[in-house]
């Protein structure tokens, strides 16, 4: 599917499955183009780019995921590590999200893993100091190398207003960088976690005013 839309598929995938999440974790994903672009710095170029295909192809990634899975109610985020070749796709099965985002009780059932609470404290730390402190944060660690994390209600009114004049291109740039750089440069959440951060992925629904971040580890 990905080699028909981009003319070259990942070298490798990793399927990790959590219900209510799957994330699938892309390596080694550039195109000839895409890298010529990237040596000369036009990052933004392969997004815009990309961001055009996978409009195309979202849509292809649902139906084979029910194929799969048999769930129909699929909320998609995706996001790409371009130094590093590699992306990730996250699909979130809509009819559980109040069910497990929202419920304190659900949090509370399932075991923390190691580092949980500081984790939230460094994540609600850097919402405050690009946004605002999220309402609702909830994470999971899929396995030992995939870590998920979910914000709700984290937009100041300037960038709600920038999504009202459509202008969510330039916002969700600027977001993504300032996010991606606080997780790298702070070492501590790599001392958190007992684990050194290989990629970090971030996207957004602005509509629902949520953020996922995809963490990838190396323990």
Do not use: C
């Not at 969700?172 to 970090?200: G, M, P, S, W, Y």
């Amino acid at each position: 599917m990905l080699r028909d839309a981009f003319g070259k598929g990942p070298q490798s995938i990793y399927v990790s499955v959590d219900r209510p999440y799957i994330v699938i974790y892309l390596r080694n994903f550039l195109t000839p183009t895409e890298r010529i672009l990237l040596n000369q710095g036009q990052q933004q170029t392969i997004r815009h780019t990309r961001d055009i295909v996978m409009s195309w192809l979202v849509p292809e990634i649902k139906a084979y995921l029910l194929v799969l899975t048999g769930i129909s109610n699929l909320d998609f985020y995706y996001d790409w590590e371009l130094p590093y070749h590699s992306g990730v796709f996250v699909g979130q099965w809509s009819d559980e999200n109040a069910a497990i985002e929202e419920s304190a009780a659900a949090e509370e059932d399932r075991e923390p893993y190691a580092g949980q609470e500081e984790l939230h404290r460094e994540l609600i730390l850097m919402s405050g100091r690009i946004q605002k402190e999220p309402e609702h944060i909830y994470s999971r660690q899929l396995n030992k190398r995939t870590l998920l994390v979910v914000r709700n209600g984290i937009l100041i009114d300037l960038s709600k207003e920038l999504i009202r004049l459509r202008d969510e291109e330039h916002l969700k740039e600027a977001l993504t960088r300032l996010e991606k750089q606080f997780v790298r440069d702070n070492k501590h959440v790599e001392q958190i976690l007992n684990a050194r951060i290989v990629d970090v992925f971030v996207d957004w629904d602005f509509g629902r005013d949520r953020s996922v971040i995809v963490l990838i580890l190396s323990p």
